[in-house]
DNA sequence: TCAGCCATGTAATGGGTTACATGATTGA
DNA sequence: TCAATCATGTAACCCATTACATGGCTGA
């Protein structure tokens, strides 16, 4: 019963090229996800369990059983040669417009003169330390990756983070300093500076 | 039965920020989103009338109902005082934890080594297309806004959005020219450049 | 006159999160 | 000895998307 044709979320594909790296119970993937992909694919716990039964469904994965008697048993996930050509499939076919961005930050920011200059700047500097971290964060990821001679395109996920961060430092830079000249749009009439 | 307490998702917030602009159907708010804080917040139509369900039932919109022969009735909106309060509120409570990435982009990338260099050079090609197509978008968002002096923090999302478009489109740059140098991590060790 | 869009929504479905559950080890 | 964490998942709920419905105008 293994379909190559079927569709499936995202997510699914995410989970098939962990299992990629090996053999995995959800446990394993749930931390092997947040050091990696997490960062820009983050499924809750439960959504990788039913993930899971789907692409045994799909027979894209199989599932062993293995009793344990300290811990609670556990189902181990393999992927099979199916799952491989429906990942490389779905490696084939890129997303259709552009990565959606949702973002409760812009969404305070938009309505920011409602709540006066104060608060906006409070935003911004708040979103500035955020990315800050991040990128700390992400210098780490890098160093750790470059004492090792792995496969480019994860390095590159990282190399691109780290772009968006330090542009977000950037622009919130630019932005507290704009916000020195007032709460209007610095328009070519009228301005005195 | 007006709540200020309550909780809400922040697409709740969203909608009631537009109706600050003034009363407005449901037709009406889907309009108004998608030129402006549609770029980073999008809720279906059809979540927007739920929202609006919720608004009234939380008191913080009036709903009116208003005939018509020629078209469908519709129903109108407006903030009420108490809705005025929650959102300020809500302005003044930063999001907690930075926005989060959801990157149909990045999470093919990752896995870029098993569909083959050329099939990444693809997808950051598109990429960048994509890019640079919101950016042109942008440019012309940006030449309305500058024509009237309008409050600043709706420019400011513009702004933000232009950062992140163009430090997109250098990145594929960048990441062109790397990927010319081989698949794997340009390392110290070993390196011939 | 017919396709397509304007204008207004509802219904069905599915993806995703938070809360709940369990018991064993480990460190303070 | 008690809280925290490891290790493994399930159940309940809600947010969000896609598909469906309706009927009048408008341009080719």
Redesign the interface.
């Known amino acids: 019963m293994s379909q190559t044709k079927a569709k499936a979320p ?1 997510t699914a ?2 989970v098939l ?1 962990m299992l ?1 790296f090996g053999e995995m119970s959800g446990y394993d993937l749930t931390k092997a996800i947040e050091g ?2 997490g ?4 499924p809750a716990k439960s959504q990788l369990y039913s993930e899971l039964r789907r692409l045994v469904t799909l027979g894209w994965a199989r599932e062993r059983e293995v009793e344990q008697t300290d811990r609670p048993d556990k189902r181990i996930y393999t992927i099979t040669p199916p799952g491989e050509e429906a ?2 499939s ?3 076919t ?2 259709e ?19 006066g200059a104060e ?2 700047r ?2 911004v500097t ?2 500035r330390r ?2 800050e ?2 990128l700390e964060t992400f210098g780490q990821i890098q160093a750790r ?13 990282l ?3 780290m ?2 961060a330090s ?2 430092v ?2 919130c830079d ?2 507290l300093e ?2 020195e000249e ?9 301005g005195r500076g």
Do not use: C, N
């Open positions: 995202d594909y995410g090229g990629m990696s992909i960062f820009f694919w983050a990942l490389r779905w490696l084939g890129p997303p417009g552009f990565d959606p961005i949702k973002s409760p930050f812009l969404l305070r920011l938009f309505f920011g003169h409602l709540a608060a906006v409070g935003l708040e979103h955020q990315a971290e991040l990756l470059l004492a090792q001679a792995g496969p480019l395109p994860p390095y590159l996920t190399t691109y983070g772009t968006y542009g977000v950037d622009w630019r932005t704009e916000l007032g709460m209007t749009v610095p328009g070519r009439k009228g």
